[in-house]
């Protein structure tokens, strides 16, 4: 089954991947890194699959390309981002909470679990970059017409949001205009969306319906783990937070609310 072997190729390529990013961290005592080499991640795996199997049909291409697009724009807003602020607090305090342990548990709990669940998430692209496709399906055209959208919605979002946090007459404030009126998380919004669209894509291939596994996980944990819950926890304080949270829909863009 070209699943089973696209996944023995994309596995320890992840891992080699993740444990060098390991290592780098060690060295430069900051795991931030993790999160600036997520999106990379993506693409070194779906680049990886592409390339052992050998098939450069127009949908292998087209999900390669987009997953090209997304990574490459989000490690680079993360790069950009955390340039000179040191670690991340999470990380922070890991740090001092794991004590010895911290080296073991950082490169297990942080590192290698990222690589498992990236490989998770990355399921439809990998499903579809396992087989040919000559011909476009009408499901290819829905999910990229989806994905542009989601696209729009996650790169706005952030440059609107990265331009308000560089005012510093913002500070102390949250985000209310443009996209963030109609969502309080528009980014995240895009972000569900265009791993959506993708498997919409996946399903004009062999067993794509199976990558339906990858969304869900990325719905999963941007709704419930370290999306929204950790971002809505880190402005909890601010005056004004609770009207907006009442106003303004948690996700999905909507009016706000009167």
Avoid at 39 to 48: D, E, K, L, Q, T
Avoid at 108 to 114: A, D, E
Avoid at 195 to 213: D, E, H
Avoid at 221 to 243: D, Q
Wanted: charged residues 15%.
């Amino acid at each position: 089954m070209e699943i089973l072997n696209s996944y023995l190729v994309a596995l320890p390529i992840i891992l080699v991947y993740v444990t060098i990013l390991f290592i780098i961290a060690v060295i430069i005592k900051d795991n931030s890194i993790a999160d600036i080499a997520w999106g990379s991640g993506f693409i070194v795996a779906s680049v990886s699959v592409l390339l052992y199997q050998g098939v450069f049909g127009p949908r292998n291409l087209l999900v390669t390309a987009l997953v090209m697009i997304w990574g490459s724009r989000l490690s680079i807003r993360i790069f950009r981002r955390n340039r000179g602020k040191g670690e991340d607090w999470r990380y922070k305090r890991w740090r001092e909470e794991w004590g010895s342990t911290f080296y073991p548990r950082s490169y297990l709990q942080v590192f290698v679990l990222q690589g498992l669940l990236l490989l998770v998430n990355v399921s439809p692209v990998i499903i579809i970059n396992s087989y040919p496709a000559q011909n476009w399906a009408w499901t290819d055209m829905l999910g990229l017409c989806l994905w542009l959208t989601g696209f729009y919605f996650e790169s706005v979002g952030d440059w609107q949001l990265d331009r308000f946090v560089r005012n510093e007459a913002n500070r102390g404030k949250i985000i209310q205009k443009g996209l963030w009126r109609y969502s309080r998380h528009p980014n995240y919004f895009g972000e569900i969306t265009m791993w959506w669209a993708i498997f919409i894509i996946a399903l004009g291939s062999p067993y794509g319906i199976f990558g339906v596994v990858g969304p869900i996980i990325i719905t999963f944990l941007i709704v419930f783990v370290s999306g929204i819950p950790l971002a809505e926890k880190a402005i909890e304080g601010i005056s004004g937070f609770k009207e907006y949270k009442r106003r303004t829909s948690v996700l999905i863009p909507m009016p706000p609310r009167k």
